[in-house]
Structures are given as C-alpha cells and as structure tokens.
T-cell receptor, first 114, second 110 residues
Framework: DAGVIQSPRHEVTEMGQEVTLRCKPI?????LFWYRQTMMRGLELLIY????????DSGMPEDRFSAKMPNASFSTLKIQPSEPRDSAVYFC????????????FGSGTQLSVL | KNEVEQSPQNLTAQEGEFITINCSYS?????LHWLQQHPGGGIVSLFM???GKKKHGRLIATINIQEKHSSLHITASHPRDSAVYIC????????????FGTGTRLKVLA
C-alpha cells in the first residue's frame, strides 16, 4: 500500500491567494483527518470525515478554511484567502475505525504564505 | 493549559543509553498513543494502548490508567532514534479528537 498521499509537499504563496491541499487516504480507511502543526500550538485537529461525511469541523479556524471529501479516495483542504498566519505544516491522516486505532499520516504539506 | 504534559521537553543521550519519556494526562481516556516525528517531518504512529504494556523492537510503552500516566522507553538507544516523540490521547467523552502533547525532542549522540 502506498500510504496516505499528500500533495503538494511544499507550497509557497502570497497573501490573499487561494491554496488547495490534497490528500488520498489509504484504501479501505473510513476515517480521514486534517491536522495543522505549528511551533506554537503543536498538532491541532482541523476537521475529520467518516465515510466521506464531515463529522467535526470545530477545529477549522475560520470561514477562510473549507474541506471536502467528494469520494472515499480524495479530500481537499482549501484556504481562501490565505494569510501569513496560516503558514504551517498540514497533515492528512486516515484509519479504519477512528480514535481507538493507530493513525496513518501523510508526509505533510509545508505551507508558507508570504 | 495543555491537557497532556510530557517530560522532559528536550533530551540528549549517548548511544546505548536507556531512555524514558513520560506523559501525564488528567481526564478519562479511551486510548493513549505514542507518535514519532523524524527531522524530515513525517509522523509515524508507534503505539496505541489502553492498558498494560506493549513492546516493539527496542521500544516499550506502558500505561497506568489509575495514575493517568504513560511512559515510552527506548532500550539501547541509537542515533536513528533521534526524533520528536509525541503523546496523545482520545478522551472517553465521545469526541474523536486526539489531544496531543507538545512532544519530547530526543537527540542520541554517537
């Protein structure tokens, strides 16, 4: 299995631009999680999906952030418009059964908003 | 206040040393997780446990539910063990949010 695949690995953009991060979970995994990691706050859950349905988006910082999962093999996290404070590493993770199971992480997207 | 306390925050050891990283939490949990994040940034889930002890190679994780405490031990440490080790738990409240510690940065010198 290829694992959780994220793209791009690095994204540098200017303030105000739209940013789209992509994730392909491991086949057969019903749960997909988007996390953000910063030096100040560590790892934070932004949103998670179960069977393509968003279950908890209370971690999404504001309306500029949106996430979709149109099918079981693809999810996007979009920031529009981006701001410098959005600079962070964004991780996607998946597993079969949710919280009481190991998480499988993608390699992350390093986002820099100038 | 972070709901997960890890200690130490930073640790430098000589190759071959026995290493212990501690994790304390204050609420009821469904499971506790230990993660490893290498300098390249990738995160790997090492253990998930809700009681007792688990072992994988040179890594051992223990948990004491009554004392709300978990430890990660590394025997015969090696420079390739250098990484950030993160403790996280899933609460019993029903939310699927993992609550993460801030991590312990380990450096093993050759």
């Amino acid at each position: 299995d290829a694992g959780v695949i994220q793209s791009p690995r690095h994204e540098v953009t200017e303030m105000g631009q739209e940013v789209t991060l992509r994730c392909k979970p491991i086949s057969g995994h019903d749960y997909l999680f988007w996390y953000r990691q910063t030096m100040m706050r560590g790892l934070e859950l932004l949103i998670y999906f179960n069977n393509n349905v968003p279950i908890d988006d209370s971690g999404m910082p504001e309306d500029r952030f949106s996430a979709k999962m149109p099918n079981a093999s693809f999810s996007t996290l979009k920031i529009q418009p981006s701001e410098p404070r959005d600079s962070a590493v964004y991780f996607c993770a998946s597993n079969r059964q949710g919280p009481n199971e190991k998480l499988f992480f993608g390699s992350g997207t390093q986002l820099s908003v100038l | 206040k972070n709901e997960v306390e890890q200690s130490p925050q930073n640790l430098t050891a000589q190759e071959g040393e026995f290493i212990t990283i501690n994790c304390s939490y204050s609420v009821g949990i469904s499971a506790l997780h230990w993660l490893q994040q290498h300098p390249g940034g990738g995160i790997v889930s090492l253990f998930m446990l809700s009681s007792g002890k688990k072992k994988h190679g040179r890594l051992i994780a223990t948990i004491n539910i009554q004392e709300k405490h978990s430890s990660l031990h590394i025997t015969a440490s090696h420079p390739r063990d250098s990484a950030v080790y993160i403790c996280a738990y899933t609460p019993t409240s029903g939310t699927y949010k993992y609550i993460f510690g801030t991590g312990t940065r380990l450096k093993v010198l050759a």
